[in-house]
């Protein structure tokens, strides 16, 4: 079984996304997109202007949008300097989430056993 990342092993992998453009925001886990309203597809365009991780709840703030990732008890965090969207192929490994940015960096949000457990929660910022 994988180690369990600490807040202080994530937050390095987080600061990263810190004035970086979203593209897309990639929802694979069945259940974990727990809000509706605003979809995914709304953070398009949307700069990251906060991050932060407090246990293991990230919350990330853009002009428009706060999202929030509760990766429970065994959800990881994994950076990606080149990624591409998602697409099923076999031999491939589904996150549960996938953030797209700008630069063509990008992190998922993984988990290791098939019940996805990770939740993904999109807001809009109070006007």
């Known amino acids: 079984m994988a180690t369990i990342q600490s807040a202080a092993e994530i937050s390095p992998l987080?600061?990263?996304?810190?004035?970086?453009?979203?593209?897309?925001?990639?929802?694979?886990?069945?259940?974990?997109?727990?809000?509706?309203?605003?979809?995914?597809?709304?953070?398009?365009?949307?700069?990251?202007?906060?991050?932060e991780i407090v246990e293991r709840t990230i919350n990330i703030n853009t002009a428009g949008h706060l999202i929030t990732f509760d990766l429970q008890r065994t959800g990881r965090v994994?950076?990606?300097?080149?990624?591409?969207?998602?697409?099923?192929?076999a031999g491939t490994t589904r996150p549960t989430v996938r953030l797209l940015m700008d630069d063509g960096s990008g992190l998922d949000l993984t988990e290791p056993a098939k019940t996805k457990r990770i939740t993904a929660t999109i807001s809009a910022q109070p006007e």
Not at 78 to 89: K, N, Q, T
């Open 14 to 51: 987080l600061a990263h996304l810190k004035g970086r453009t979203i593209t897309a925001l990639q929802v694979l886990g069945i259940n974990s997109l727990k809000s509706a309203s605003p979809p995914p597809e709304a953070l398009a365009g949307e700069v990251v202007s906060a991050v």
């Open 78 to 89: 994994v950076l990606h300097e080149a990624v591409e969207p998602f697409r099923l192929a």
